[in-house]
């Protein structure tokens, strides 16, 4: 099975600032189709998670342009550019290139 | 807008079975992988099955496989997860997701004698 592992798996930052979560895949999560499935996903306090970034980079509808996604095999980073209130709780990266999926053990990221 | 709405969950005794269900709206249901997720009290997630749009490819974590079937029904645009031989390790909310873009609210299912 592919393991992603996250980095920090605690993150406390100041409002305002930015913001570097990591994504180390243990294999190559290049499709045969040439599309690289590596998403992720945040989980607020107490609610289902939402999706932020698919295909490594792009941003879901309505998710703000602070967000961005970016990385090759292995690494993967999610970049905030100015933490806001409403980014606090836990961001999965999630990968579907391969059987079974996985998900990564999680970053918490927290308002210091 | 996007519904997706869980049900089904309940505590049963081990070696018991139940059946989650998960009825989509505000998307065209037929042409959407569905995926069931779940997460282990204070845990992180994981990934339990999913099921092409027309039902003909199923996929399950080792975990569950031979215990679990993911099946669905476009019709009515639902999709179920019939889990037999309960497990206290199968302690979870269960979330159904349209792919990845989408989740629903989870159903509690607790294993417990």
């Known amino acids: 099975d592919v393991v992603l592992t996250q980095s920090p798996l605690s993150l406390p930052v100041t409002l305002g600032q930015p913001a570097s979560l990591s994504c180390r895949s243990s294999q190559s999560l290049v499709h045969s189709d040439g599309n690289t499935y590596l998403n992720w996903l945040l989980q607020r306090p107490g609610q289902s998670p939402r999706r932020l970034i698919y295909?490594?980079?792009k941003r879901d509808s309505g998710v703000p342009d602070r967000f961005s996604g970016s990385g090759s095999g292995p690494d993967f980073t999610l970049n905030i550019s100015r933490v806001e209130p409403e980014d606090v709780g836990v961001y999965y990266c999630f990968q579907l290139t391969h059987w079974p999926h996985t998900f990564g053990q999680g970053t918490k990221l927290e308002i210091k | 807008e996007v519904q997706l709405v869980e049900s089904g969950g309940a505590v049963v005794q081990p070696g018991g079975s139940l059946r989650l269900s998960c009825a989509g709206s505000g998307f065209s249901f037929s042409d959407s992988w569905m995926n069931w997720v779940r997460q282990a009290p204070g845990k992180g997630l994981e990934w339990v099955a999913n099921i092409k749009h027309d039902g003909s490819e199923k996929t399950y974590v080792d975990s569950v496989r031979g215990r679990f079937t993911i099946s669905r029904d476009n019709a009515k645009n639902s999709v179920y997860l019939q889990m037999n031989s309960l497990r206290a390790e199968d302690t979870a909310l269960y979330f159904c997701a349209r792919e990845s873009r989408n989740w629903g609210q989870g159903a509690l299912v607790s294993v417990s004698s």
């Open positions: 295909w490594v980079s």
